[in-house]
């Protein structure tokens, strides 16, 4: 059974620090990983990892793909209260077209 | 621009009455999905048309069915609503390909009284 687990389930920082959110997959057949900021409405397109090693970078966000040990990690570095949220990491199988969340990680950034 | 579009944003139904929501997109993908996600927890895939292909998830309840009369247009049907059946529901899309992303309607939280 396809499995996508992030870890942590939620955690609260102040406004400046830096997390770092993790996604672990087991999947049959990867070809993608996609990474959703979600407030109180759908979710966003973050990222889209599908090769290892190479960095996304979007502003105080970036993330990496690890293919070999099956994880990835989301960093957002000099957090804003903006950045409260719940992100979500979803993996695309290469036969079909879906996508498999995980439970996601629930961030609250104080002032 | 170019969106996925959810109608109504808000949707209050009794229990027992049948409930249609709505999904448009001017985006001419050819993958349209049905996401339910209740409160605090992931969304859930119900199914998904591939083109005109209809794949049912294996454990979507018999109470939801989906239209999709054309590229454009997708629908959700709750044929019985039942309290637990109150959620947000997602529609995405996308196009059939390795590097396409996907792009989620703003969503429809229903509520069942």
């Known amino acids: 059974e396809d499995k996508v687990v992030q870890s942590p389930l939620s955690l609260v920082v102040h406004e400046g620090d830096t997390v770092t959110l993790n996604c672990s997959y087991e999947v049959t057949n990867f070809r993608s990983l996609l990474w959703y900021k979600q407030e109180k409405k759908a979710p966003t397109f973050l990222f889209m990892l599908t090769s290892s090693g190479i960095e996304k970078k979007s502003g105080r966000l970036s993330s990496i793909l690890d293919k070999k040990e099956l994880f990835s990690i989301l960093n957002i570095t000099a957090t804003q209260t903006g950045d409260s949220a719940v992100y979500l990491c979803?993996?695309?199988?290469?036969?079909?077209?879906?996508?498999?969340f995980g439970g996601g990680t629930r961030v609250l950034v104080k002032p | 621009d170019a969106m996925v579009i959810q109608n109504p944003r808000y949707q209050v139904t009794q229990f027992g009455k049948p409930v249609t929501l709505s999904c448009s997109q001017t985006l001419n993908h050819n993958v349209m999905y049905w996401y339910q996600q209740k409160s605090s927890q992931a969304p859930k895939l119900l199914f998904h048309y591939y083109d005109k292909d209809f794949n049912n998830e294996a454990d979507t309840p018999d109470n939801f069915q989906s239209r999709r009369p054309n590229t454009s247009f997708c629908f959700l049907d709750i044929r019985s609503p039942g309290l637990g059946d109150a959620a947000m529901y997602l529609c995405?899309?996308?196009?059939?390909?390795?590097?396409?992303?996907?792009?989620f309607g703003s969503g429809t939280r229903l509520t069942v009284v």
């Open positions: 995405a899309t996308s196009r059939a390909g390795y590097n396409y992303g996907y792009t």
């Open positions: 979803a993996v695309v199988k290469a036969a079909g077209n879906k996508l498999t």
